[in-house]
């Protein structure tokens, strides 16, 4: 039976929980996004500074990534979760001593330290949504190999290698994340093409703002027209890339200020969309015991493009000369690929069917328990899509 977000705020005292955290620790990224790259826009004026801020941000989960599956997987997830919210609060502070140009090497290091801790907090808090309703399953005893994380390691290689539904699923947001070098540009389009003020982080709020709109509007919008079928929500994942890329490419072309934010708020709309239902139907299509180091794989691709998109835009502005609308629009463009490649291959990654028994074979609908992953991803305000 389906369940309203109200209801189920109301009813779901662990969701509830989460939820709420999720909503206070998500606003405290999106304020700290704003100003360590308005901090080092005013302390250093380059572009490429900005790039290396966000290469910064995603490198952890790169290195850490498979780390933090093992231990999602094997550890309490609350705890994790905990741990690391209040290890990243401690390391926040540190960029209060920040005061000079020559000091931004401190920024870098406490963005990575920052970013190592949000790792293991992700793919704990991935893998808990579907869950949440559930006891745990109990966990297994640990040899040395698994001990090492090497027996779970190949594990989890193996279970993706042989679905090839979860490998497409686990790629969606990795695809995304190659034009994630758009997140370095809003701070340059804040800063020098729509700048409000002499203040260059009032710009930048503005333009997040409006990505924010857009990234709580599309799944709610998107969930009307896909319910819980599976099926309408893999075809709505192939065209938000579209979308996305269409209206990305229309904001870096905008002259008009508030056409700018109509087009980046219907382009992250886009983003939203594939960035939610590509996770609930991982969510509901990976068993409970692979799904820590699922999710921290798809983490670990997702921001090694992004770290790669963002150091190249950072290099296209500073020493190329490139103008910010001009890679916008190419990012834009970028962003029709995976899209494309998404329908293109749909015929190949459809045949998994053994995955899905949950599923209803006449409506392909999803069950109650990934009802409430699907209410608790889609409700959330998802600014950790950046």
Do not use: C
Request: proline residues 4%.
């Amino acid at each position: 039976m389906s369940v309203g977000y109200l209801e189920l705020l109301r009813q779901n005292r662990g969701f509830r929980q989460l939820w709420l955290g999720q909503v206070v620790s998500q606003l405290g990224d999106w304020f700290d996004t704003i100003a360590v790259m308005t901090l080092v826009l005013n302390l250093t004026g380059s572009g490429r500074d900005v790039g290396l801020i966000m290469v910064a941000r995603f490198l952890p989960s790169v290195i850490v990534g498979p780390l933090s599956g093992v231990v999602a997987d094997r550890f309490n997830r609350r705890t994790i979760m905990i741990v690391s919210d209040l290890l990243r609060a401690v390391v926040v502070l540190g960029f209060l001593f920040v005061r000079r140009p020559d000091q931004i090497w401190i920024i870098y290091a406490l963005t990575v330290l920052q970013l190592t801790f949000s790792t293991f907090f992700e793919p704990a808090k991935s893998a808990v949504i579907p869950s949440i309703v559930r006891p745990p399953r109990p966990k297994t005893k640990l040899t040395l190999r698994k001990a090492l994380g090497i027996t779970d390691t190949l594990e989890g290689i193996r279970y993706v290698k042989t679905r090839p539904r979860v490998l497409a699923l686990l790629a969606v947001k990795p695809a995304w994340g190659l034009g994630g070098g758009i997140l370095a540009l809003l701070a340059v389009f804040g800063e020098k093409v729509f700048p409000i003020g002499r203040n260059a982080a009032t710009g930048i709020g503005v333009l997040y703002a409006a990505r924010g709109i857009g990234t709580a509007l599309g799944p709610v919008f998107a969930r009307r027209l896909a319910g819980d079928n599976r099926t309408r929500m893999q075809t709505i994942i192939g065209l938000s890339f579209l979308v996305g890329g269409v209206f990305y490419a229309a904001f870096g072309g905008a002259t008009n200020y508030a056409l700018a934010l109509i087009m980046l708020m219907i382009a992250h709309m886009g983003g939203s969309i594939l960035w939610v239902f590509s996770t609930v139907l991982l969510q509901t299509s990976v068993e409970d015991n692979f799904r820590g180091r699922v999710f921290a794989a798809e983490l670990a691709l997702l921001t090694l493009t992004m770290a790669a998109s963002n150091y190249v835009v950072g290099e296209l502005l500073d020493r190329f000369n490139r103008s910010p609308r001009s890679v916008t629009i190419g990012i834009g463009g970028l962003f029709l690929l995976p899209g494309l490649l998404w329908f293109a291959t749909a015929r190949w990654w459809n045949r998994d069917d053994k995955q899905l028994p949950q599923t209803s074979p006449t409506t392909n609908e999803l069950p109650g328990t990934s009802e409430v992953a699907l209410r608790e991803t889609t409700a959330k305000i998802h600014l950790s899509s950046d």
